[in-house]
């Protein structure tokens, strides 16, 4: 009995010493090595960023279209040519170059009256649509109520836009990274830790946006109608490019 509780006290003074050196060892290691950052897949500083940029549009679409009846599809189809080859002519005499009048829709469909039971044919309506591209914008609504005086009865709005996004895109997506880090930088100064290594970035939502087109279909009536008035006053909005990120940073616990 007295060699077995030797034994056991043995061990127990064994045990003792070498927890006292690991923790000696471990306790000189803290003391010597720098923190790192953690770095984990799914826990970090999460934040999203976001930028617009505005910028003057270069060009202006326009969508012109011819919307004629007729009793019998030869008549309708027939009109509606010799009006959209006018709108075309006109277009160019304002400036337009020929390559830059696209067709956009043609369609020739019969029209019935339905006050009966029975449909009763009555006609037949031929649509001719075509997108206008202007570079010139001051002369936009000039051009505009030309085609309306040559016969374009229908007007579905004018846009503006950019003829190359690329540049204006690369902008507004590196501001809303920069906007990111930012955020980033504040939580981490508020919650008394540093921004770790970029762990994940995303581009999120849209990217670009415009603004709404002009409806116009009641002045281009009016201008056909009275081509001495004023030209259709169209002001150009500037285009807004925004862009999205989400990034996620590692916390880091030093210096």
């Known amino acids: 009995m007295g060699i077995v509780l ?41 934040v999203t ?7 003057k549009p270069d060009i202006a679409y326009a969508n012109l279209g011819v919307v004629l009846q007729a009793p019998n599809q030869d008549d309708a189809v027939s009109q509606d040519a010799t009006k959209a ?35 009763v044919l009555v006609g037949y309506q031929a649509s001719n649509f075509f997108k206008v ?24 709005g004018v846009t503006y836009d950019l003829t190359d996004r690329t540049q204006v895109e690369a902008q507004a997506l590196a ?42 279909f009641m002045r281009a009536n009016a201008a056909a109608a009275a081509p001495a008035e004023p030209p259709t006053p169209l002001t150009p909005q500037d285009i807004v490019i925004t862009a999205d990120v989400t990034a996620l940073y590692a916390i880091g616990y030093g210096k």
């Open 175 to 216: 501001a809303a990274v920069t906007n990111a880090r930012s955020k980033a930088d504040l939580m981490a100064g508020v919650a008394g830790v540093t921004v770790g290594r970029l762990l994940n970035l995303d581009e999120t939502g849209e990217q670009t946006s415009q603004p709404r087109p002009f409806p116009m």
């Open 85 to 119: 080859d006018a709108v075309k002519a006109a277009l160019i005499k304002a400036g337009v170059a020929e390559a830059d009048i696209k067709t956009d829709y043609y369609q020739v469909q019969p029209e019935y009256d339905y006050k009966s039971s029975t449909p």
């Open 133 to 156: 591209s202007i570079h010139n914008l001051p002369k936009a609504g000039v051009i505009v109520d030309k085609a309306s005086q040559a016969g374009a009865n229908q007007v579905n």
């Open 6 to 46: 030797t034994m056991n006290n043995k061990f127990a003074a064994m045990f003792a010493v070498a927890f006292a050196v690991s923790s000696s060892v471990l306790c000189s290691a803290d003391e010597a090595l720098p923190l790192i950052p953690y770095a984990s897949s799914n826990q970090g500083i999460s």
């Open 49 to 55: 960023g976001h930028a617009e940029v505005n910028a």
